[in-house]
């Protein structure tokens, strides 16, 4: 498994191979708002010189957002892990700032592979009607909380009547909210968001803002936007994983492009291979990993992590290959309940014949589909 000392060299040998080659362009993403009006980022990441024996396609598309979340891809992507596995098929990373567009790419054929929440990787399945995608693996779990500000809000019970945000309508962190408002007797419209409890949709980029304002009294946010409130003076009130048989809970989902994995198995398998691998690393070295993801982080957004930000976070967040499937029927069945999602069909969402594979090469147990899986 790599040191920082191997990293750097190995990035450092990566830019003269790219000066030699006379830079490779940047790659960008420019998609139509969808969905809930999300976009896909700009992405300022250059390809990464590849090496060794091509597989069946020359390159492969990996989305993902730049949250901690999605450590693996930050993680893997950062430390050459996921692009050694490859060999001489290059990494054409691609970053997103929610879900529906991520889904839009993989389904326009503009992405191969995604890191993607659990709500947009059901909806995606549903709206396709099971043609599109499959969700290859796990990623985390974990890390989301419900920050509050300590002045206005001191129990659960003075949530009733306040205004908390979340980062989209209908996505992980709206449902795993609006199950909770229900499971207190409160009502709330999901549409509007307008009820015992006001749901204000707010994009994460903003939320701290808004905080810092006064336009919320609090948030059902992903990390590292919970510990960024958190260092405004909120304060956790409740830590998701405690609602969890297990205290765990799918977070962040690898998917694939339906017709990528059936042409380009091998790729794929190479690409897990790498999210093993970068995932074992992840948990054996947790203080060199929080510097690559912090480093990763800045590489995308020119701005890394404070220590009082990136600290409580990193921990928070469960690095795991397991998809954890029971859990992702669960959030199913939260967004029905909410009426934001009729009844789905989600047999069929699971491929983890690769992943087994692979963990099983690696001497590791087998992860389950929960009776979801392809035939």
Same mark, same amino acid.
């Given at each position: ?22 830079? #490779? ?15 896909? !980022?700009?992405?300022? +990441? ?42 001489? @098929? ?7 700032? %929610? ?6 790419? $993989? ?10 929440? =659990?709500?947009?990787?059901? *909806? ?25 500000? =300590? ?14 945000? @979340? =980062?989209? +309508? ?13 499971? &207190? ?26 905080? +810092? ?29 405690? #609602?969890?048989?297990?205290? &765990? ?8 492009? &339906? ?30 990993? /929080?510097?690559?993801? *912090?480093? !990763? ?8 992590? !404070? ?15 397991? =998809? ?7 959030? %199913? ?5 909410? /009426? ?18 692979? $963990? +099983? ?15």
């Amino acid at each position: 498994m790599p040191a920082t000392r191997t990293s750097r060299t190995t990035r450092t040998a990566l830019r003269r191979g790219l000066a030699a080659a006379a830079a #490779l362009p940047l790659l960008a993403v420019a998609l139509t708002a969808c969905g809930y009006g999300s976009q896909a !980022a700009d992405d300022k +990441k250059t390809e990464v010189a590849a090496e060794g024996r091509k597989l069946s396609a020359d390159t492969v598309r990996i989305g993902y957002f730049p949250n901690l979340t999605h450590a693996t891809a930050l993680v893997g992507l950062e430390q050459g892990l996921i692009q050694k596995e490859l060999g001489g @098929t290059t990494v054409k990373p691609q970053t997103f700032n %929610a879900g529906p567009s991520e889904i839009e790419a $993989l389904n326009g054929g503009s992405l191969d592979i995604g890191f993607i929440g =659990p709500s947009p990787s059901i *909806n995606g399945y549903v709206k396709s009607e099971g043609k599109n995608l499959r969700i290859i693996s796990g990623s985390a779990s974990g890390g989301v909380k419900l920050v509050v500000d =300590p002045d206005k809000i001191k129990s659960v019970d003075d949530v009733k009547g306040k205004r908390i945000a @979340t =980062p989209q +309508k209908g996505n992980t962190q709206d449902v795993a909210f609006l199950n909770w408002i229900a499971e &207190q007797g409160w009502k709330v419209d999901a549409e509007s968001g307008k009820g015992d409890v006001s749901v204000v949709r707010t994009d994460n980029k903003v939320t701290p803002d808004a905080y +810092k304002s006064g336009s919320i009294d609090g948030a059902w946010v992903p990390e590292p936007t919970a510990s960024k409130l958190v260092s405004e003076g909120a304060e956790v009130l409740i830590d998701e994983t405690t #609602l969890w048989p297990g205290k &765990q809970f799918v977070i962040t989902n690898i998917i694939v492009s &339906q017709t990528f994995l059936k042409e380009h198995p091998d790729v794929v398998e190479a690409v897990l291979r790498g999210t093993v691998k970068t995932n074992a690393w992840i948990n054996a070295n947790p203080d060199e990993a /929080k510097a690559s993801a *912090n480093a !990763a982080l800045k590489a995308e957004t020119g701005k890394e992590l !404070a220590a009082k930000v990136i600290d409580p976070a990193w921990p928070s967040i469960r690095i795991t290959d397991d =998809p954890l499937a029971a859990t992702l029927r669960t959030q %199913a069945d939260y967004a029905v309940k909410a /009426k934001l999602l009729e009844q789905p069909d989600l047999n069929g969402i699971y491929d983890l014949t690769l992943l087994n594979k692979v $963990l +099983k090469a690696e001497g590791r147990p087998e992860v389950s589909d929960a009776g979801l899986g392809a035939e």
